[in-house]
């Protein structure tokens, strides 16, 4: 990391580390709309990258990749932010789901089936899947998302009450908790399909190859299985914006990864 002058060898941390840029590119691809090109990640996460090694102290007590992958990161998230890269029509047809969801489990109590969920949109099941796999990217949490429709939202109610920052608050031991009972609540496939991915960190090809399914069909049941923690997560406020009482608000802008 270092040359002979004992300083950090920039040159040769962009060409060790620029793999790493790649290898996070493709993990965020699943979580995008097919309209977002990697390469538009990857030169942001480059940025990311150099600034890392710019600002990198080993005094910080981090080890350098652990850094570098968090500015990596914030970085192709920061660039996602500044353009409009989530079509209106698809957080619609996303929060149209969610809200789906959410009455199909309150009336039978369980996880509802695909062909539940398009009879109830009152769509054809191949079209049903064609918005599941055109879901990549509603993935991410919005602050308005927390809200409770009368202007004050989660934030404001709990900031003044702790010295933890907005992000200790979405990570606190109830949020967690709620969300390990959701993750418990999917189908079995769907479950696996997150296990696959998050905690073994395999690609959606190779998901398929284990599941035996293609690869968009993996992006399919990664869709669902998501709309389907956002539902358990949101409650009955995704019924509430499917039915369109935010009708008129402006676009909302991502926070953070769901």
């Given amino acids: 990391m270092y040359d002979a002058e004992g300083n950090l060898d920039?040159?040769?941390?962009?060409?060790?580390?620029?793999?790493?840029?790649?290898?996070?590119a493709y993990q965020l691809m699943v979580k995008l709309p097919a309209s977002v090109e990697p390469e538009d990640l990857i030169q942001n996460g480059m940025m990311g990258l150099l600034d890392a090694i710019?600002?990198?102290?080993?005094?910080?007590?981090?080890?350098?990749?652990?850094?570098?992958?968090?500015?990596?990161r914030g970085a192709m998230l920061d660039g996602?932010?500044?353009?409009?890269?989530?079509?209106?029509s698809l957080r619609r047809d996303m929060r149209r789901i969610e809200g789906a969801i959410h009455l199909l489990e309150q009336q039978f109590g369980r996880a509802p089936s695909e062909t539940e969920l398009a009879e109830s949109l009152g769509v054809p099941l191949l079209e049903y899947?064609?918005?599941?796999?055109?879901?990549?990217g509603h993935q991410l949490v919005y602050f308005e998302d927390f809200?409770?429709?009368?202007?004050?939202?989660?934030?404001?109610?709990?900031?003044?009450?702790?010295?933890?920052?907005?992000?200790?608050?979405?990570?606190?031991?109830?949020?967690?908790?709620?969300?390990?009972r959701a993750i418990e609540a999917l189908p079995e496939r769907e479950k696996l399909v997150m296990g696959l991915y998050y905690e073994e960190e395999l690609n959606l090809r190779e998901i398929g190859e284990v599941l035996g399914v293609t690869e968009s069909r993996v992006c399919q049941l990664h869709s669902q299985a998501v709309a389907r923690l956002r539902s358990h997560?949101?409650?009955?406020?995704?019924?509430?914006?499917?039915?369109?009482?935010?009708?008129?608000?402006?676009?909302?802008?991502?926070?953070?990864?769901?």
């Fill in 10 to 24: 920039k040159d040769h941390l962009v060409t060790a580390y620029a793999p790493l840029v790649k290898r996070i």
């Fill in 54 to 72: 710019n600002r990198y102290e080993e005094g910080l007590g981090a080890q350098f990749e652990t850094y570098a992958v968090q500015r990596i």
């Fill in 80 to 88: 996602l932010r500044e353009n409009d890269w989530l079509p209106r």
């Fill in 129 to 136: 899947q064609r918005m599941l796999q055109d879901a990549r």
């Fill in 147 to 180: 809200t409770d429709g009368e202007g004050e939202d989660y934030f404001e109610r709990h900031l003044g009450e702790h010295e933890s920052n907005p992000l200790d608050l979405l990570e606190d031991a109830d949020m967690r908790s709620h969300l390990v």
């Fill in 233 to 258: 997560m949101l409650g009955g406020r995704s019924v509430a914006a499917a039915s369109g009482a935010r009708r008129g608000r402006p676009p909302k802008k991502p926070a953070a990864e769901a």
